[in-house]
Structures are given as C-alpha cells and as structure tokens.
C-alpha cells in the first residue's frame, strides 16, 4: 500500500502511523456495538491494534529499497526523533547473526575491536561463536581471551557497541557493499 500511495503521501502515511495512539476503550466498545448492529456482526469479532513505529518499520522491511529511503528521508526532515527510532528498530544487532557470512566479514572489517568486544560481552555463546567463526583464527583467540579476562560491564554499555555495530551495518548497506534485507530475489555467483 505505501508503494502504491503517491510519492507526496508515502512520508506523510508512515508518519501519521507513528503518531497513532490507542483509543479509550469505552469509545471503542461504544463503536464496535454500533457496528455489530448495523452489520449483524458474531460476538467473535476481534480487534487489532493498528499504528505505531513497529508498524511503520514492519511496512518498509516490505517495500523496496527505493520506496523506503523516500520515507525515511521524509520522516528525518519532518520528525527526525521518529525516523532515527525507526531506523534504529529496522535492523538490529542480532539480524547480523541472519546475514551470509561475507556480509558479517565485512561489517567486521569496521567495527572496532572495543565495540565488538563489549557487544559479544552480552551474547550467548551460539551468537558468539557466530562472528567468531567469520574472523581470522588469531583475532577469534584474542578475542575470546579479552572476553574471558574482561570485567563486568554495564548493560547500557553492551546495548550502546551492539547499536553501533547495528548502524555500521546498516551503514555499509546503505553503501552497497552489503544486503541486509531478503531481498526474495535470486543471486547468481
């Protein structure tokens, strides 16, 4: 739908959706009891949340790449807290454990050692040994002898590196040296 909508309207609908807020429930009630009477409506008739960031971030993992960059650069000139709470909600640290391994070689390649360190800090030893297995066998060594020799750190630390290798990625993406989405599209070797 947000593909289809015009151009001038695309940035508009996605910021709208995050300003949506829940409604009070006796307007809803009121509402739906109106509705279930004009329309002879069951009792079983549910109803959804809609609106929100999660929303908006659910709908531009489904658009093209093109559709979704209009967007964004609308929502960063008219709401730039709600574009950069999207972005930041679009791609996360832990999608990297989804990418082929060319791709986490790459974002490897430019995350500093420190960030890394203190990302994998709060990862379990699977997702570890994930981005251990995409380094040289010296660097993995080192690195699990940091981890293991390193003192306790804050959450908020380990929540801010994993954010900032998340941006990299996205970074690098955006740059065209990787792909961070599914595409759905077929790629020849």
Do not use: H, W
């Not at 009630?29 to 949340?49: G, H, M, W």
């Not at 997702?127 to 040289?136: E, H, L, T």
């Not at 993995?140 to 998340?166: C, G, H, N, W």
């Amino acid at each position: 739908v947000m593909a289809a909508l015009p151009e001038a309207l695309q940035g508009e609908g996605a910021l709208r959706l995050t300003q949506m807020q829940p409604t009070d429930p006796e307007i809803v009630k009121y509402v739906a009891d109106v509705l279930l009477q004009r329309l002879s409506l069951t009792e079983s008739a549910a109803f959804t949340e809609v609106g929100g960031s999660k929303s908006v971030i659910q709908i531009l993992n489904n658009v093209d790449r093109s559709t979704e960059k209009k967007i964004l650069d609308y929502l960063t000139r008219v709401n730039e807290e709600v574009a950069n709470q999207i972005k930041a909600g679009m791609f996360v640290f832990e999608d990297i454990l989804n990418l082929d391994s060319r791709a986490i070689q790459i974002i490897l390649r430019d995350v500093p050692q420190e960030d890394l360190r203190l990302a994998l800090k709060g990862s379990n030893e699977v997702q570890r040994q994930i981005f251990f297995d995409n380094m040289s066998q010296r660097a993995a060594e080192t690195l699990k002898e940091d981890l293991e020799s390193s003192s306790p750190v804050r959450m908020r630390d380990v929540e801010a590196a994993q954010l900032r290798i998340a941006s990299i990625a996205r970074q690098l993406d955006e740059a065209g040296e990787i792909s961070i989405r599914d595409t759905g599209e077929e790629v020849l070797v």
